[in-house]
């Protein structure tokens, strides 16, 4: 089948790529010459664990091109993705016009039938507009009588993952009231839908609505967790412990309950804001996601409150080792990351920065630049060279088992400040190493927490 995606970034990237390694006939359209021109020479403009591969291969085999023409696009394929960027206006609503922008274009383009597929996340009632605008550009043109469709097919990728979630996805949400349409999606979706069904066909609005409702519950478990991790810190409880306790539950699982220091990248952050708008407009208060939200701007401070009670307050002029800028393992994505709450805390504190990342680093220099405070270390180990203490911000697998004699010898204060509760209190303690974690004092101190800790 011949399928056409709007957007090249990380949903339309790994959408077009799977497709085309599925047999399908892929061209992806971005109006950003630059980056069409570096994925025609082979340069993927994101890190995304077999993504280059799997574009590289397509590429070469004709099954996946790009183009900045969007007549190529329109005329390609019958199916049309709509997967470009939604970012937050001023309030934090989610921005429309790059979703407005393509349904305008297919509108203006197509000269035969199309299905216009939503795959962008996007608010309740988005399809219906991106349907008036088809509608409207048609009639403009006095070619109202090409048929066409707009259905909503919400993406649940993980960053870290995607290629994976894609090939092997856990559901397919499909969001149309036409069998035509929804026998089309079945044809286009069946390689990934062979082992056992996973389409899950449903009104137009309720697939949007899908894919906000669990991204907002996925978050506020983090934020459940987190919450309780604080208080643990006070009671001197486990929260390690308490989450093996709770997950044990099947009614609640193991999965996003590991406290930590936040969720960040470019879906949690953005769908919670959205939706908690959403629900202004409706003049209908979201309590518990506002809470949600709070809850995890506080949390990116909690390891800096550690750190200026170790160092009585006063960490101007110190040197801090940090290991991992991404806000989660596998990606490169440093938006809303943790890391860069406490890197900017330090800063304005006077205090310096050694990073490594395995992946982010040339990101944190598009990010932030050449400055004094600032030093991009080639290995973890470099890290640590005249540093006070060593932060671990990003839980990469690199970081799991390091030679803590080594850490213990280099740093000028024997301790690790760590907000993914990567190691364990009491071997760290052998070692020689005082150790902070979230949720996790009980075990390193048996100071009250409003009291100094060291």
Same mark, same amino acid.
């Given at each position: ?163 994976? %979630?894609?090939? *092997?996805? $856990?559901?397919?949400? /499909? ?10 999606? @079945?044809? &286009? ?90 629900? %202004?407009?409706? *003049?209908? $208060?979201?309590?518990? /996601? ?10 990116? @401070?909690? &390891? ?104 213990a010898a280099k740093l000028k204060s024997p301790v690790i400040f760590d907000g993914r509760n990567l190691y364990d209190p009491h071997q760290l303690k052998r070692h020689g190493l005082d150790y902070f974690a979230i949720g996790r004092n009980g075990l390193t101190s ?9």
């Open positions: 089948m011949k399928a056409t995606v709007f957007g090249t970034g990380y949903v339309g990237l790994v959408q077009a790529a799977v497709m085309a390694a599925s047999g399908h006939e892929v061209v992806c359209v971005d109006n950003d010459a630059e980056k069409i021109a570096k994925l025609e020479q082979g340069v993927i403009p994101i890190f995304e664990p077999s993504l280059e591969e799997i574009v590289l291969s397509n590429r070469k085999n004709g099954r996946l091109r790009f183009t900045t023409d969007p007549e190529v696009g329109v005329s390609h394929g019958l199916v049309q993705f709509i997967a470009v960027g939604t970012p937050p206006d001023e309030d934090g609503a989610a921005d429309l016009k790059y979703v407005l922008a393509v349904a305008d274009t297919i509108g203006s383009l197509m000269s035969e039938k199309r299905i216009v597929l939503v795959k962008s996340t996007v608010p309740v009632g988005t399809c219906d507009q991106v349907r008036r605008t088809i509608e409207a550009r048609l009639s403009k043109r006095e070619r109202s009588h090409i048929p066409f469709d707009v259905a909503s097919n919400p993406e649940f990728l993980k960053e870290g993952s995607a290629v994976s %979630d894609c090939l *092997k996805p $856990d559901r397919i949400i /499909l969001g149309t009231a036409s069998s035509e349409t929804e026998a089309i999606m @079945r044809e &286009l979706y069946m390689p990934q839908n062979r082992n056992h069904e996973k389409m899950i066909v449903m009104d137009v609005r309720s697939a949007e609505m899908t894919k906000y409702a669990a991204n907002t519950l996925l978050a506020t478990k983090i934020s459940f967790i987190n919450e309780i991790a604080n208080l643990a810190d006070i009671l001197g409880a486990d929260i390690e412990m308490v989450r093996r306790g709770i997950g044990s539950d099947p009614r609640i699982g193991y999965h996003f309950i590991y406290a930590g220091i936040g969720y960040g990248g470019s879906c949690f952050p953005k769908d919670m804001q959205a939706f908690i708008r959403t629900g %202004d407009q409706q *003049k209908y $208060d979201m309590h518990l /996601l506002k809470a949600v939200e709070a809850r995890n701007a506080t949390q990116k @401070r909690v &390891l800096l409150d550690k750190i200026l009670r170790y160092f009585d307050g006063n960490v101007e002029g110190r040197t801090f080792a940090l290991w991992g800028l991404s806000f989660k393992p596998n990606t490169d994505d440093m938006r809303e990351a943790p890391s860069r709450a406490i890197m900017e805390s330090l800063w304005e504190k006077g205090a310096s920065i050694r990073a490594y990342d395995p992946k982010a680093m040339d990101e944190c220099r598009r990010i932030y630049g050449d400055r004094a405070d600032l030093i991009l270390v080639e290995q973890q180990e470099d890290a640590l060279d005249n540093a006070d203490a060593l932060i671990l911000a990003t839980e990469w697998k690199s970081f799991s088992a390091p030679d803590f004699d080594e850490i048996s100071a009250p927490a409003d009291l100094p800790i060291k």
